[in-house]
């Protein structure tokens, strides 16, 4: 089965309602399954999704430092 090989994110079944003349009727099951896009990842091609892909491209988070509070008598 086709899954992340980051976050292992899997394919999932879910339900869906039609509506008709003002009542919602439930329908058949389908099943969704994660956008996969290959990309190459230290030299070796990987099936990631596009969340963990965004993740990735992400530039990381500049923490200001905290300053100290000096008492003053």
């Known amino acids: ?3 992340c090989e980051l976050c292992g994110k899997t394919s999932k079944m879910v339900g869906a309602r039609r509506l008709l003349r003002g009542h919602y009727n439930p329908v058949n099951w389908t099943r969704k399954y994660p956008n996969l896009q290959s990309v190459k990842i230290d030299g070796e091609k990987k099936l990631i999704c596009v969340q963990c892909l965004k993740t990735l491209h992400k530039e990381p988070r ?5 300053t100290v ?3 003053t008598k």
């Open 69 to 71: 509070k000096k008492e």
């Open 1 to 3: 089965m086709r899954h």
């Open 62 to 66: 500049k923490v200001p430092k905290k």
